[in-house]
């Protein structure tokens, strides 16, 4: 009996590696995809040690324009199917809008938000078809508040990720695919060693607002098996996403406004 297939982007490290090591301790055979073949291979190896399933690995980058067809090219020539689709791959793009390229923008929602999109597209056909299938959004916590300055198409991004995932949840529920956003607040991972935001991000936050990766990933594997829309892990992540409903945005921009500079050197 072939085994059920997981396809985890941005794979390599934090949330990604978590969902990885969730679903092949389910049983599911995993591909992993990321920008770093070395770790992936790691991954990959410990794994298929560790839970006894297949572990496939696809080097590419989301960013270009054929990173995509190299992991959907790769999938077909090893004969799989995918049952479960974890969108994870993400970072930030610090600085301003006006003080940044727009190739680097580009590549932004490229990765962001047209490779989840088209993954989705490409993927769900097949799912509905076998009357199975899992789709994780990884969005965040910021898709569901009012935005600060800096890292401009990030909320953005991601807000556009969780009304996706809203709207696939609803046209699936009669097919046997669930659909959930996963929403995490501030996640001990790499994502702020990336975009050199560590440092400042420390001394802003109390240790009590952070999750760890392995947290967030069983939350949203979690809501997606019990087919919820979205997910935000961690009680006081919960009540920031209350607040941002209740609290005017005009209110909570003049916060921002005045304590941003806290989190982000425009």
Known sequence: MVRRLALITGASAGIGAAFARIYAGQGYDVALTARRTDRLEKLSA??????GVEALTVTADLADADGL??????LAGQGRNVDALINNAGYGLTGTYA?????DQQAFLNVMVLAPCELAHKL???????RFGRIVN????????TPAGGHTLYAASKAMMIRFSQSLHLENLDTGVHVTAL?????????HDVNGTRERMNRALPAWMWLGADE????????VEANRPVSVPGTPNKLIAL???LIPDEWTMALIASQGHRFRQL
């Open 124 to 130: 769900l056909p097949g799912m509905i078809e076998r």
């Open 183 to 191: 929403c995490p607040g501030f996640t001990l991972s790499e994502f």
């Open 138 to 145: 990884v969005a965040s916590l910021a898709g569901l508040v």
């Open 46 to 51: 410990e794994i298929a040690l560790r839970f």
């Open 99 to 103: 003080g940044t390229g727009w190739a």
């Open 243 to 245: 607040a941002a409903k």
């Open 69 to 74: 067809e190299i992991i959907i090219d790769a």
């Open 216 to 223: 967030v990933a069983a939350a949203g594997y979690e809501a």
